[in-house]
T-cell receptor, first 113, second 109 residues
């Protein structure tokens, strides 16, 4: 079975640009979460979606937005990129939302110059 | 104070050693406790999962939760160089897991 897939794996943007990151969950998983991981730190929660509804939002500015599609795939959008947005963006899928069993993708490494 | 605290290390041990990795948490509502392993430049991989207090064993790995002291531990027996990675502890009350910053483990031959 395919795991969580994310695209692109690496990308470089300049300040002020916009980025869209994509995630396909494990088949049968209806929940997708997004995390930001800065080097040397643990993953920081950005969004969680379940059945296309936003279930939770972390402490991130409105420049960050996300959505989940009918096939349960998801997009994370970041507008007006800042240098501090450089990080590994992780997508995780799960069967349910309340047990903490997350299955992560390999991440999208974003570098903002 | 962060909700989940973890010493970043690095922790360096010889092959075959017993490794003890630890976290503390502050939120009494946390009921689910996880350990994830993350190799360099990869996504985290769920290693162990426990509900409430107690021990759980899986091969060389044992996870231990003490809710009275809000202490989470992961023990690795007969450590191998392939165990070299960052170990993230995480806790959850409802919906959103909170992660520690990870402990870097180096097992040298």
């Amino acid at each position: 079975d395919a795991g969580v897939t994310q695209s692109p794996t690496h990308l470089i943007k300049t300040r002020g640009q916009h980025v869209t990151l994509r995630c396909s969950p494990i088949s049968g998983h209806k929940s997708v979460s997004w995390y930001q991981q800065v080097l040397g730190q643990g993953p920081q929660f950005i969004f969680q979606y379940y059945e296309k509804e936003e279930r939770g939002r972390g402490n991130f500015p409105d420049r960050f937005s996300a959505r989940q599609f009918p096939n349960y795939s998801s997009e994370l959008n970041v507008n007006a990129l800042l240098l501090g947005d450089s990080a590994l963006y992780l997508c995780a899928s799960s069967l349910v939302t309340d047990t903490g069993e997350l299955f992560f993708g390999e991440g999208s490494r974003l570098t903002v110059l | 104070q962060k909700e989940v605290e973890q010493d970043p290390g690095p922790l360096s041990v010889p092959e075959g050693a017993i490794v003890s990795l630890n976290c503390t948490y502050s939120n009494s509502a946390f009921q689910y406790f996880m350990w994830y392993r993350q190799y360099s430049r990869k996504g985290p991989e769920l290693l162990m999962y426990t509900y409430s207090s107690g021990n759980k064993e899986d091969g060389r790995f044992t996870a231990q939760v003490d809710k009275s002291s809000k202490y989470i531990s992961l023990f690795i027996r007969d450590s191998q160089p392939s165990d070299s990675a960052t170990y993230l502890c995480a806790s959850q009350g409802s919906y959103i897991p909170t992660f520690g910053r990870g402990t870097s483990l180096i097992v040298h031959p």
